[in-house]
């Protein structure tokens, strides 16, 4: 009885919790913009948001405002480095000064924080509009040395699906498209030094931090709206189907008293992303079930589900991170919301001590106009990836390594 309260009381500070999310802009408001008027709204937005958001220090996500001490450590991996730091001195060096200008800052700057997946947002770097064919190369050489194949063409679809997205808005290309993204470069890329580098754009973060041959990619965000281009120049593509179905298949694998402690609420009617933009220092208790009582197969089948996220990052340093994750099993839990029917919406949750993944089925913003406002639908996926207790964008590392090498 006494667990049974807990798990209640819990699943309840889970839900308020996810209240405390920032409304997308509608999407009807900038509407007959010129290029300059939609630029100056930018502007306006991105400041408003810095100034009401990014307050205090950076802690971390953590489940009660403390940080959990001694998860992460500087070590040597033994996976080089390497071919991502060559990448990244290419496309610096692929720019004019200018661009450097804009595209460049110091490794422990807030620049890392200000991330959005949302579009209506004023981002740093040089938009990939603004490249010409050379620099966008070396830009998507640097994803395709630090990215999986899988990571890489989740990356690159996601971008096409938001030419899709242009196109079912009318070939609105001032918001949308494949070329609204920008990289930026946080230190000195170095075999010995911290550095790292950001991708910023609609449905698609990565926060990529190097340290010898240790890395962290998270914050990661990896989203979409459509889901499926069936029509259009990129006519076929689709992405997190299988995170989608894996999910479900999580959750099906799990007995009736799993399931009553995993599912926090049957119906799904909002969104429910909570980790994403300016959740730097979210505090978020554990809910749903603990992975402490699932069997063997049950651990295998989620540690497959936790490796389509983590996945994406090099296939080495992916098998360095999966180690992590598989250390901190027993403390684990697996939350819902939602159906589980083929078909249905909902809402996921993997959480650890050194993982938190979310998937969310969102309700529609730029398709309104082809489906219901307010109502959760499976052509909108927003998925996100952190670092709890203080090591997203490897701000633990770094710390440890200033202790060490005062600067």
């Known amino acids: 009885?006494?667990?049974?309260?807990?798990?209640?009381?819990?699943?309840?500070?889970?839900?308020?919790?996810?209240?405390?999310?920032i409304a997308q802009p509608d999407p009807n408001e900038t509407a007959g913009m010129t290029a300059e008027e939609y630029h100056a709204h930018l502007v306006e937005r991105t400041a408003g948001w810095?100034?009401?958001?990014?307050?205090?220090?950076f802690k971390g996500v953590t489940t009660d405002g403390e940080i959990v001490p001694d998860l992460y450590s500087i070590r040597s991996t033994g996976v080089s480095t390497e071919p991502v730091r060559i990448a990244a001195e290419a496309y610096l060096a692929a720019l004019d000064a200018e661009q450097r200008a804009v595209t460049q800052y110091a490794v422990d700057d807030d620049e890392w924080r200000k991330w959005m997946n949302i579009h209506q947002y004023l981002r740093q770097g040089v938009s990939f509009r603004d490249l010409s064919d050379a620099q966008r190369g070396a830009a998507m050489g640097l994803l395709r040395a630090s990215l999986s194949a899988k990571g890489l063409k989740l990356s690159e679809d996601i971008m096409k699906l938001n030419t899709t997205l242009a196109e079912l808005n009318g070939d609105n290309f001032v918001e949308y498209g494949e070329d609204q993204y920008t990289i930026t470069v946080m230190g000195t890329p170095s075999a010995t030094e911290p550095w790292g580098w950001q991708m910023d754009g609609h449905h698609l973060v990565i926060n990529y931090f190097v340290l010898g041959d240790q890395v962290v990619m998270t914050p990661a965000f990896w989203g979409s709206e459509p889901v499926l281009a069936t029509a259009g120049r990129h006519a076929g593509t689709w992405v997190l189907q299988e995170?989608?179905?894996?999910?479900?298949?999580?959750?099906?694998?799990?007995?009736?008293?799993?399931?009553?402690?995993?599912?926090?609420?049957?119906?799904?009617?909002?969104?429910?992303d909570i980790a994403a933009f300016f959740q730097d220092n979210l505090e978020l208790d554990y809910a749903g079930v603990s992975v402490s009582t699932f069997s063997e197969l049950q651990r295998m089948q989620l540690m497959e589900l936790i490796g389509l996220f983590v996945g994406n990052l090099r296939d080495e340093h992916a098998a360095i991170r999966m180690s992590e994750v598989a250390e901190h099993l027993d403390d684990t839990y697996f939350a819902w919301i939602g159906g589980n029917d083929d078909g249905t919406v909902y809402y996921y949750r993997i959480h650890s001590?050194?993982?938190?993944i979310e998937f969310d089925h969102q309700t529609p913003i730029g398709l309104t106009h082809l489906h219901p406002r307010g109502v959760p639908y499976r052509g909108h996926i927003h998925t996100t990836?952190?670092?709890?207790?203080?090591?997203?964008?490897g701000k633990d590392l770094l710390r440890q390594h200033y202790a060490m090498h005062p600067h």
């Open 385 to 393: 990836v952190r670092t709890p207790n203080g090591n997203d964008y």
């Open 353 to 356: 001590p050194v993982v938190l």
């Open 243 to 272: 995170e989608q179905d894996l999910g479900l298949k999580m959750l099906h694998a799990l007995n009736d008293d799993q399931q009553a402690q995993a599912v926090l609420n049957p119906v799904k009617d909002t969104d429910y």
């Open 1 to 21: 009885m006494i667990k049974r309260t807990v798990i209640l009381i819990t699943a309840v500070i889970f839900v308020a919790a996810i209240g405390r999310g």
């Open 50 to 57: 810095h100034a009401r958001e990014l307050t205090g220090p």
